[in-house]
Each structure stands twice: as C-alpha cells, then as structure tokens.
DNA sequence: GTAAAGTCTATATCTACTATAGAGTCAAGT
DNA sequence: ACTTGACTCTATAGTAGATATAGACTTTAC
C-alpha cells in the first residue's frame, strides 16, 4: 500500500488517530503530505516511524527521549554511548520500581488480611491499618 | 504543639507545602483555622489527617478514593465492604503492573545486550532492536 | 530598621494522552 | 440526486497528582 490516511494508519499501528495527529504535533512524527481536501497521506516510511515510536513508547521511554533518538538516528558516525546510557538509565528505574511495588504489594496483602470478621466501618481492620 | 503553619505541617508530614494547599483545594484537609494575618493555623487532628492520606497515596490509593475513605470513616456502623474492595483492587492491579514491568525489564535487559563493539549510532545494536 | 524566610492567592506547567465541539468530506445505498 | 453514516479536520479542554512561578504581604532574626 503506498498511501493511507490517518484511520488506516491508526489500525495498523495500534494507536489512536488522535494519538497520531498528538506525535506529530510533538514532532515525532514529521508532517505529511495533505490530500486536496486537506486530510493527512502517510506512506509506509510513516508507518515504520510510528512503528518505532511505539516500540520506544512501550519501553517506558519518554517522547522527549524519543525526539532524541530520531535525532541521533540520523547521524550513523556519531556514538551511540548515549543510546546505551539511556537504556541502561531505564532498566535502572524498572528495578527501582519492581522494588517499590513488591513492597507495596506485601503491605497490601497484609492490610487485606487484617479485615475483621466484624464487616462494620468501626471496627474495620483495614481502615485501622490506614491510619497508622 | 498545639498550632502550626503550613511549613511546619509539611516537615512533620513529609509533604511540600504547595501539596498540602493542593489536598485542601481537593477536599482531602478541611479548611484551617486562619490567623489574623491569613495564615493557615493546623492542630494535631490536621497533622493525623493528612498523615493518613499520605499513607494512603503511597500504596498507590487515589484521591477520588480517598475521598471516598474520608466519608466512610465517619459512618462507623456502615459495611466496609467497600474498603476491602477497594484494597482487592489494588493488589490486583499491582500484580498486573509488576507482571508488566517484569516482562518490560527483560526486554530492556536484552536490548542493552545488544549493544554492538562499534560504538557508532549506525552499527548500534540498540538502536536496531528499538526498530524492531 | 532591615533583610531573609515564610506565607498568601492565582495561574501555569508537567506527561502522555483522551475527549469534545463544530465543520467539512467521502462513499454507499436508494 | 440525495441522504445517511463514517471519516477527517482544527481547536480547545480535561485527566491525575502534583510542582513551579509571580507578585504581594507578614513574620522573624539580627
């Protein structure tokens, strides 16, 4: 297919049309040609940019880390020791936060289990456990 | 102590000052005592109060329910169902990120494996995973 | 008396979208 | 030819949970 407007696009990426027009607003997404009737027509180069942009999306890295990442894409000679530092940056805030949820998790559970029989307000085992 | 400023609450509570006007603007901290010069004056009752929403807010429990909470605690003769299945809730959802972020660790962990010896953008192993 | 630190309100900013209003366009069916 | 529904357009506002800023006022310390 050589070109599609925005909804087709949308299916094929698994993003929203409103996600899309959002991208390119942002920058991540360069501007398309405009069909007579002004509607935007992508062709498959917009496809794998989206493609990628999700991709990163789904990584946990951020639009403005992304905007970089296209930049430095187009420059081959340059190093890529800012590419590793980034990915080695998110893998670090993934522990951190697998770390803090686990914990969060066991007080969870513990709060759960301190539900009294009683199932009244007052004598809630869980809104005690809240309160400190 | 019985009265208090604003920063004064916020260090005993660990909790920035703009937040603390944030909570009261959301309905979370009822309306202070004010002095002769418009400062906000906080009791002990304050402090507890917003001690509990922290609490609250860091085992992931939202604004919007603790709103809800607020209002439940002062009905003690009502059902708290509603609380214990709020907590369910968040154990669930909870279990369902750390499946994702564990999952998403993987990924990045493999990706940062890639890592080609070029060092360049244009031989970099990162970036050719990232394009899938 | 003065300077620093604290407080006040109101408003803007952040992230990554999502939703809505109101208008225009296009294709299919009758 | 006409209408209906689906699609697209722009611009704007809303979401959550804060955080930051501007400009004015008050209190505290020296």
Known sequence: MVEMKIGLLA?????????IRFYEK??????PMRSA??????????????????QCRSLGISINEIKQLIVLREQPDKS?????QMVKQHIKEVSK???ELTHLQTVLT?????C??????GECGVLKKLDI
């Open 11 to 19: 299916n094929k990426s698994d993003c929203s049309v409103q996600t």
């Open 80 to 84: 890529c020791e800012s590419v590793n």
């Open 110 to 114: 513990d709060i759960a289990a301190s």
């Open 37 to 54: 009737s002004n509607y935007r027509e992508y062709d498959d180069g917009a496809l794998k940019q989206l493609t990628f942009i999700r």
């Open 97 to 99: 936060r697998l770390d």
């Open 116 to 121: 009294s029989a009683g199932h009244s307000i």
């Open 26 to 31: 942002q920058g991540l997404l360069k501007q």
